[in-house]
């Protein structure tokens, strides 16, 4: 794979999260292609996850954009219970590992922290995540994320911003 193709996809988690950390909401959305996949299964126990979110329960589930747009709709709104105060994070990703699969995209693994604070509380949620970048005219889109949560008893509600 290409070394350009490589940093570009790398450069692209690391906005990910830097509109997350910004709350850049459009920017963040603009990331993902009209039929993105956005994926947190659950544990079914301590070694294996769910694997398939339209029978399994998963901590969250959008089969397209159009739910993450919905997701940010709402989070601006201001009325919801788990985004009242939002809080300030600090995403971090590291480990990339990049290659590309038999449909052409490239395809990113790699390991990330957040850190949250909110309400006087600091909470960190961690774990390993897979991206699927497409190429488009705009450049590399997501259309696919899957996000492990590796500490996932937590005592509060887990949100887009927490990942």
Same mark, same amino acid.
């Given at each position: 794979?290409?070394?350009?193709?490589?940093?570009?996809?790398?450069?692209?988690?690391?906005?990910?999260?830097?509109?997350?950390?910004?709350?850049?909401?459009?920017?963040?959305?603009?990331?993902?292609?009209?039929?993105? &996949?956005?994926?947190?299964?659950?544990?079914?126990?301590?070694?294996?996850?769910?694997?398939?979110?339209?029978?399994?329960?998963?901590?969250?589930?959008?089969?397209?954009?159009?739910?993450?747009?919905?997701?940010?709709?709402?989070?601006? &709104?201001?009325?919801?219970?788990?985004?009242?105060?939002?809080?300030?994070?600090?995403?971090?990703?590291?480990?990339?590992?990049?290659?590309?699969?038999?449909?052409?995209?490239?395809?990113?693994?790699?390991?990330?922290?957040?850190?949250?604070?909110?309400?006087?509380?600091?909470?960190?949620?961690?774990?390993?995540?897979?991206?699927?970048?497409?190429?488009?005219?705009?450049?590399?889109?997501?259309?696919?994320?899957?996000?492990?949560?590796?500490?996932?008893?937590?005592?509060?509600?887990?949100?887009?911003?927490?990942?």
């Amino acid at each position: 794979m290409e070394s350009l193709i490589k940093q570009q996809a790398v450069a692209l988690i690391i906005d990910e999260a830097a509109a997350l950390d910004h709350k850049q909401w459009d920017a963040w959305i603009d990331l993902y292609t009209e039929d993105a &996949t956005y994926w947190m299964p659950a544990w079914v126990d301590e070694y294996n996850l769910t694997s398939d979110p339209k029978r399994e329960i998963s901590l969250i589930y959008y089969a397209t954009r159009s739910g993450i747009e919905d997701r940010v709709f709402r989070i601006r &709104t201001g009325l919801s219970f788990a985004t009242t105060p939002l809080p300030r994070t600090c995403h971090i990703n590291t480990n990339f590992r990049v290659s590309e699969n038999e449909a052409g995209e490239v395809v990113v693994h790699s390991s990330w922290v957040t850190h949250c604070y909110s309400l006087k509380v600091s909470r960190e949620a961690f774990g390993v995540q897979e991206h699927h970048l497409r190429k488009t005219d705009d450049g590399l889109k997501i259309c696919f994320r899957k996000i492990t949560l590796h500490n996932d008893m937590v005592d509060t509600v887990l949100d887009i911003y927490n990942v």
